[in-house]
């Protein structure tokens, strides 16, 4: 039973040993596209009411604040982004009172609902990072939603 035992077990690390890698590994081959380059500038941090950031939205056109809107932003606010952020002060994420003064609609949103891949590629996003050592979380904003608490962002002016 020991010689059977032993013998199983110098085959697994065998095979083990065998999958491991190393210099007979066998180089990948991915046939996936590569993705077309960008005709988009790279977003910059020298001015951030340029940037409109990493993610689906790409241009938005404000007119006059919908207060029904914004009423529902609100509420999308305080369940998805009230833990970490006031209006007047720094929190865990920063404050957001006037933050449509210092960002563009767009970067707003793609950060709302695209936070993993700005905090990637987005220089803003990447400072803003460094300064608070946290990642924003993915709440999982759909544009609807994301669009409602642009609303009510709009609604609050700096402290």
């Not at 007119?63 to 006031?86: P, Q, W, Y």
């Not at 002060?89 to 970067?107: A, C, D, F, M, Q």
Request: net charge negative; with cysteine.
């Amino acid at each position: 039973m020991k010689f059977k035992s032993a013998t199983i077990i110098a085959i697994l690390t065998l095979f083990l040993l065998g999958c491991s890698g190393g210099p007979n590994e066998v180089e990948s081959f991915d046939s996936t596209p590569a993705a077309p380059e960008s005709t988009e500038p790279a977003p910059t941090a020298d001015d951030p009411m340029s940037n409109r950031g990493v993610g689906p939205i790409k241009s938005l056109a404000l007119e006059a604040i919908d207060e029904k809107l914004a009423k529902s932003g609100e509420d999308f606010f305080r369940t998805k982004c009230a833990a970490c952020h006031r209006m007047d002060k720094r929190r865990v994420g920063p404050s957001l009172g006037g933050i449509t003064e210092r960002r563009t609609p767009e970067w707003i949103m793609n950060m709302i609902m695209n936070p993993t891949e700005m905090l990637e590629k987005d220089p803003i996003a990447k400072e803003l990072l460094a300064e608070y050592a946290t990642q924003m979380a993915d709440q999982n904003v759909d544009e609807s939603e994301a669009r409602a608490i642009l609303e009510f962002l709009r609604t609050q002016s700096a402290p």
